[in-house]
Protein backbone atom coordinates (compact mmCIF):
# COMPACT_ATOMS: atom_id res chain seq x y z
CA UNK A 1 0.00 0.00 0.00
CA UNK A 2 1.13 3.14 -1.07
CA UNK A 3 1.77 5.63 1.90
CA UNK A 4 -0.86 8.11 0.83
CA UNK A 5 -3.16 5.27 0.89
CA UNK A 6 -2.49 4.68 4.67
CA UNK A 7 -3.26 8.06 5.75
CA UNK A 8 -6.43 9.18 3.24
CA UNK A 9 -8.98 7.98 1.67
CA UNK A 10 -10.88 9.33 -1.06
CA UNK A 11 -14.15 10.32 -1.05
CA UNK A 12 -14.93 7.88 -3.99
CA UNK A 13 -13.02 4.70 -1.76
CA UNK A 14 -15.60 5.35 1.44
CA UNK A 15 -18.39 5.67 -0.23
CA UNK A 16 -17.47 2.25 -2.24
CA UNK A 17 -16.83 1.06 1.70
CA UNK A 18 -20.51 2.36 2.93
CA UNK A 19 -21.89 0.83 0.16
CA UNK A 20 -20.27 -2.57 0.47
CA UNK A 21 -21.00 -2.82 3.94
CA UNK A 22 -17.88 -2.32 5.32
CA UNK A 23 -16.48 -3.26 8.77
CA UNK A 24 -15.85 0.64 9.22
CA UNK A 25 -16.47 3.42 11.36
CA UNK A 26 -16.99 7.01 10.54
CA UNK A 27 -15.57 9.43 13.07
CA UNK A 28 -17.33 13.16 12.61
CA UNK A 29 -14.85 15.35 14.31
CA UNK A 30 -15.97 18.96 14.03
CA UNK A 31 -13.66 21.78 15.10
CA UNK A 32 -12.71 25.28 14.73
CA UNK A 33 -10.91 27.86 16.57
CA UNK A 34 -14.34 29.85 16.46
CA UNK A 35 -16.65 27.17 17.42
CA UNK A 36 -15.17 23.83 19.16
CA UNK A 37 -18.15 22.53 19.51
CA UNK A 38 -19.01 20.96 16.35
CA UNK A 39 -22.06 19.18 17.82
CA UNK A 40 -24.71 21.07 16.31
CA UNK A 41 -23.34 21.24 12.92
CA UNK A 42 -22.93 17.35 12.82
CA UNK A 43 -26.57 17.16 13.72
CA UNK A 44 -27.47 19.24 10.44
CA UNK A 45 -25.83 17.00 8.31
CA UNK A 46 -23.39 14.50 8.46
CA UNK A 47 -21.49 11.21 6.00
CA UNK A 48 -23.85 7.99 6.90
CA UNK A 49 -23.74 6.55 9.63
CA UNK A 50 -20.70 9.19 11.43
CA UNK A 51 -20.39 9.48 14.96
CA UNK A 52 -19.67 12.76 16.21
CA UNK A 53 -16.07 12.88 18.34
CA UNK A 54 -15.41 16.00 20.58
CA UNK A 55 -11.78 17.10 19.60
CA UNK A 56 -12.27 19.06 22.88
CA UNK A 57 -13.62 16.57 25.78
CA UNK A 58 -12.68 13.37 24.11
CA UNK A 59 -9.26 13.90 21.82
CA UNK A 60 -7.70 16.14 24.85
CA UNK A 61 -7.90 15.95 28.71
CA UNK A 62 -8.08 19.04 30.19
CA UNK A 63 -7.24 17.80 33.67
CA UNK A 64 -3.33 17.85 32.51
CA UNK A 65 -1.39 20.60 34.18
CA UNK A 66 1.50 22.06 31.95
CA UNK A 67 1.12 20.26 28.81
CA UNK A 68 -0.63 23.35 26.47
CA UNK A 69 -4.10 24.21 25.84
CA UNK A 70 -5.27 20.69 24.38
CA UNK A 71 -3.42 18.18 26.69
CA UNK A 72 -3.52 14.87 25.09
CA UNK A 73 -5.68 11.95 26.75
CA UNK A 74 -4.94 9.05 27.89
CA UNK A 75 -5.06 5.87 26.44
CA UNK A 76 -7.52 4.42 28.81
CA UNK A 77 -9.49 7.24 28.49
CA UNK A 78 -9.57 7.22 24.75
CA UNK A 79 -10.45 3.46 24.49
CA UNK A 80 -13.50 3.84 26.55
CA UNK A 81 -14.16 6.85 24.52
CA UNK A 82 -13.61 4.83 21.14
CA UNK A 83 -16.10 2.38 22.31
CA UNK A 84 -18.32 4.53 22.47
CA UNK A 85 -17.87 5.94 19.11
CA UNK A 86 -18.62 2.14 18.46
CA UNK A 87 -14.99 1.11 17.07
CA UNK A 88 -14.35 -2.59 16.53
CA UNK A 89 -11.10 -4.33 16.53
CA UNK A 90 -10.83 -5.24 13.21
CA UNK A 91 -13.02 -1.80 11.19
CA UNK A 92 -11.49 0.79 9.18
CA UNK A 93 -11.74 4.21 10.94
CA UNK A 94 -12.27 7.01 8.68
CA UNK A 95 -12.51 10.50 9.98
CA UNK A 96 -13.94 13.78 8.78
CA UNK A 97 -14.27 17.10 9.68
CA UNK A 98 -15.31 20.39 7.98
CA UNK A 99 -12.44 22.40 8.19
CA UNK A 100 -8.93 22.62 7.05
CA UNK A 101 -8.70 18.89 8.13
CA UNK A 102 -7.42 20.51 11.78
CA UNK A 103 -10.58 18.07 14.03
CA UNK A 104 -9.84 14.94 11.49
CA UNK A 105 -5.76 15.14 11.65
CA UNK A 106 -5.63 15.38 15.23
CA UNK A 107 -8.00 12.62 15.18
CA UNK A 108 -5.56 10.43 12.83
CA UNK A 109 -3.04 11.72 14.83
CA UNK A 110 -4.22 10.84 18.15
CA UNK A 111 -5.56 7.24 17.38
CA UNK A 112 -2.75 6.43 15.28
CA UNK A 113 -0.13 7.45 18.26
CA UNK A 114 -2.60 5.19 20.65
CA UNK A 115 -1.94 2.21 18.66
CA UNK A 116 -5.22 2.07 16.28
CA UNK A 117 -3.94 -0.17 13.06
CA UNK A 118 -5.67 1.35 10.21
CA UNK A 119 -6.89 5.11 10.81
CA UNK A 120 -7.67 7.29 7.81
CA UNK A 121 -8.29 11.16 6.95
CA UNK A 122 -11.21 11.97 4.17
CA UNK A 123 -9.06 13.43 1.64
CA UNK A 124 -10.91 16.82 1.06
CA UNK A 125 -13.35 16.80 4.27
CA UNK A 126 -17.25 17.29 4.35
CA UNK A 127 -16.67 19.27 1.31
CA UNK A 128 -15.11 17.12 -0.92
CA UNK A 129 -18.15 14.63 -0.05
CA UNK A 130 -20.82 17.37 -0.54
CA UNK A 131 -19.50 18.49 -4.04
CA UNK A 132 -19.29 14.48 -4.90
CA UNK A 133 -23.02 14.85 -4.58
CA UNK A 134 -23.39 11.99 -2.19
CA UNK A 135 -25.80 12.15 0.63
CA UNK A 136 -26.03 13.43 4.12
CA UNK A 137 -27.82 12.08 7.31
CA UNK A 138 -28.90 14.40 9.72
CA UNK A 139 -29.59 13.87 13.38
CA UNK A 140 -27.39 11.88 16.05
CA UNK A 141 -26.26 8.53 14.99
CA UNK A 142 -26.79 5.55 17.46
CA UNK A 143 -23.12 3.14 17.29
CA UNK A 144 -22.78 -0.17 17.60
CA UNK A 145 -20.83 -1.42 20.67
CA UNK A 146 -17.32 -0.86 19.94
CA UNK A 147 -14.75 -3.66 21.12
CA UNK A 148 -11.35 -1.86 20.38
CA UNK A 149 -8.47 -2.20 22.66
CA UNK A 150 -5.77 0.95 22.92
CA UNK A 151 -2.53 -0.25 23.39
CA UNK A 152 -0.90 2.90 24.81
CA UNK A 153 -1.64 4.38 27.98
CA UNK A 154 0.61 7.18 27.34
CA UNK A 155 0.26 8.73 24.16
CA UNK A 156 3.06 11.12 24.03
CA UNK A 157 5.58 7.97 24.52
CA UNK A 158 3.24 5.89 21.93
CA UNK A 159 3.61 4.75 18.21
CA UNK A 160 4.05 8.27 16.83
CA UNK A 161 7.30 10.47 17.66
CA UNK A 162 7.11 13.52 20.00
CA UNK A 163 9.09 16.31 21.27
CA UNK A 164 9.09 17.45 25.05
CA UNK A 165 10.10 21.53 25.31
CA UNK A 166 13.16 21.03 25.65
CA UNK A 167 14.11 18.23 22.37
CA UNK A 168 11.80 21.20 20.63
CA UNK A 169 13.69 24.21 21.69
CA UNK A 170 17.73 22.18 21.21
CA UNK A 171 17.84 22.43 18.14
CA UNK A 172 18.03 18.48 17.43
CA UNK A 173 15.38 18.31 14.58
CA UNK A 174 14.65 20.95 12.40
CA UNK A 175 11.67 22.01 13.90
CA UNK A 176 8.14 24.00 11.94
CA UNK A 177 5.74 26.33 12.97
CA UNK A 178 2.57 25.57 11.48
CA UNK A 179 0.48 28.48 13.15
CA UNK A 180 -0.54 31.34 10.40
CA UNK A 181 2.74 33.98 9.56
CA UNK A 182 1.83 36.94 11.68
CA UNK A 183 1.62 34.89 14.70
CA UNK A 184 4.74 32.96 13.94
CA UNK A 185 6.20 36.73 13.51
CA UNK A 186 5.08 37.84 16.92
CA UNK A 187 2.83 40.63 15.08
CA UNK A 188 -0.24 39.11 16.88
CA UNK A 189 -1.01 36.56 19.86
CA UNK A 190 -5.08 35.71 20.17
CA UNK A 191 -4.46 32.60 22.48
CA UNK A 192 -1.36 32.64 24.56
CA UNK A 193 0.04 35.31 26.81
CA UNK A 194 3.31 35.37 24.79
CA UNK A 195 3.89 36.44 21.02
CA UNK A 196 6.02 35.10 18.66
CA UNK A 197 7.70 31.59 18.10
CA UNK A 198 10.60 29.26 19.59
CA UNK A 199 13.96 30.24 18.13
CA UNK A 200 15.26 27.91 14.97
CA UNK A 201 11.92 27.66 13.74
CA UNK A 202 11.11 27.77 10.30
CA UNK A 203 6.91 28.72 9.57
CA UNK A 204 5.33 26.48 7.58
CA UNK A 205 1.68 27.07 8.07
CA UNK A 206 -0.30 24.15 8.33
CA UNK A 207 -3.11 25.70 5.29
CA UNK A 208 0.10 25.38 3.32
CA UNK A 209 0.24 21.71 2.75
CA UNK A 210 -3.70 21.78 1.36
CA UNK A 211 -4.61 22.23 -2.19
CA UNK A 212 -7.66 24.91 -2.76
CA UNK A 213 -9.89 22.12 -2.49
CA UNK A 214 -9.06 20.93 0.65
CA UNK A 215 -6.98 18.04 0.07
CA UNK A 216 -3.79 17.29 0.68
CA UNK A 217 -0.66 18.47 -1.09
CA UNK A 218 1.06 15.25 -3.65
CA UNK A 219 4.84 14.67 -2.80
CA UNK A 220 6.41 17.09 -5.76
CA UNK A 221 4.52 20.11 -4.22
CA UNK A 222 5.47 19.26 -0.20
CA UNK A 223 8.88 19.04 -1.52
CA UNK A 224 9.31 22.04 -2.80
CA UNK A 225 7.45 23.75 0.32
CA UNK A 226 10.09 22.01 2.35
CA UNK A 227 13.17 22.68 -0.40
CA UNK A 228 12.35 26.49 0.15
CA UNK A 229 12.65 26.02 3.83
CA UNK A 230 15.79 24.13 3.75
CA UNK A 231 14.26 20.77 5.25
CA UNK A 232 15.37 17.38 4.05
CA UNK A 233 14.59 14.68 6.19
CA UNK A 234 12.44 14.08 9.73
CA UNK A 235 11.03 17.32 11.06
CA UNK A 236 9.06 18.30 14.33
CA UNK A 237 6.45 20.11 13.89
CA UNK A 238 4.20 22.54 16.28
CA UNK A 239 1.43 25.07 16.42
CA UNK A 240 -0.71 26.79 18.72
CA UNK A 241 -1.58 23.58 21.06
CA UNK A 242 -0.39 20.55 18.93
CA UNK A 243 -4.09 20.15 16.90
CA UNK A 244 -3.51 22.01 13.35
CA UNK A 245 0.49 20.86 13.58
CA UNK A 246 -1.11 17.19 12.94
CA UNK A 247 -2.29 18.65 9.35
CA UNK A 248 1.10 18.69 8.54
CA UNK A 249 1.95 15.46 9.92
CA UNK A 250 -0.36 14.12 8.11
CA UNK A 251 0.77 15.50 4.53
CA UNK A 252 4.27 14.54 5.58
CA UNK A 253 3.21 10.59 6.38
CA UNK A 254 1.30 10.46 2.97
CA UNK A 255 4.29 11.59 1.57
CA UNK A 256 6.02 8.85 3.14
CA UNK A 257 8.05 11.32 5.52
CA UNK A 258 8.41 10.97 9.36
CA UNK A 259 7.54 14.02 11.75
CA UNK A 260 7.91 14.45 15.18
CA UNK A 261 5.35 16.45 17.12
CA UNK A 262 5.51 18.24 20.04
CA UNK A 263 1.87 18.02 21.56
CA UNK A 264 1.87 21.12 23.87
CA UNK A 265 3.03 23.40 21.24
CA UNK A 266 3.32 27.20 21.28
CA UNK A 267 0.99 27.16 24.49
CA UNK A 268 3.36 24.76 26.72
CA UNK A 269 6.62 26.81 25.64
CA UNK A 270 4.94 30.26 25.98
CA UNK A 271 3.75 29.67 29.63
CA UNK A 272 7.17 29.45 31.10
CA UNK A 273 8.80 32.58 31.07
CA UNK A 274 12.54 31.51 31.52
CA UNK A 275 12.26 29.84 27.80
CA UNK A 276 13.41 32.03 25.08
CA UNK A 277 11.11 33.55 22.19
CA UNK A 278 12.12 34.94 19.06
CA UNK A 279 10.26 37.61 16.85
CA UNK A 280 10.02 38.28 13.15
CA UNK A 281 10.31 36.24 10.05
CA UNK A 282 13.07 34.24 10.71
Not at 62 to 72: E, K, N, S, W
Amino acid sequence: MEARDRVLITVTELAALIEAGAALSVLDVRWRLDEPDGRAAYGRGHLPGAVYVSLEDELSDHTVAGRGRHPLPSGRDLEAAARRWGVRHDDVVVVSDDWNRAGSARAWWVLTAAGLADVRILDGGLGAWRSAGHRLETGHATPRAGNVTVPHDDIYSGRRPTLTAEQSGSGQLPLLDARAPERFRGDVEPLDPVAGHIPGATNLPSGDVLAADGTFLGDEALRRLLADRGVDGEVGVYCGSGITAAITIAALAATGRRAALYPGSWSEWSSDPARAVSRGPE
